[in-house]
Nanobody
Framework: QVQLVESGGGLVQAGGSLRLSCAASGRTFSGNTFSRFDMGWFRQAPGKERDFVAGISWNGGNTYYAESVKGRFTISRDNAKNAVYLQMNGLKPEDTAVYYC??????????????????WGQGTQVTVSS
């Protein structure tokens, strides 16, 4: 089984910060295999498509961001803990969405492509009030 569990969402005022965490478990991520996989964060607001937020390569050497979050959000990972994080600063009401953690396990890595990610978490709600 494969499990990605997000946490850290909540309600915050505009300009505030949140740190999302994603914990990976299951046979696919057992041992040190998590360190082989690229990871990403996506978000989906009501009535909208799921959008790319940030991605990170297997060893953390490369990071990718949507233009809308550059300079405000930071993605990181701790392979020893099978975890990936999203530090969100300077939050805006338009950042309100359900945030999903995703893993690219099979095939080439296209950070901004949701369909190229193989496993997904259930999501965590982030609400930013104005």
């Amino acid at each position: 089984q494969v499990q990605l569990v997000e946490s850290g969402g909540g309600l915050v005022q505009a300009g505030g910060s949140l740190r999302l965490s994603c914990a990976a478990s299951g046979r696919t991520f057992s041992g040190n295999t998590f360190s082989r996989f690229d990871m990403g964060w996506f978000r989906q607001a009501p009535g909208k498509e799921r959008d790319f937020v940030a991605g990170i390569s297997w060893n953390g050497g490369n990071t990718y961001y949507a233009e809308s979050v550059k300079g405000r959000f930071t993605i990181s990972r701790d392979n020893a803990k099978n975890a990936v994080y999203l530090q969100m600063n300077g939050l805006k009401p338009e950042d309100t969405a359900v945030y999903y953690c995703a893993a690219n396990v099979i095939g080439a890595y296209y950070p901004s492509s949701a369909r190229d990610h193989d496993y997904w978490g259930q999501g965590t709600q982030v609400t930013v009030s104005s």
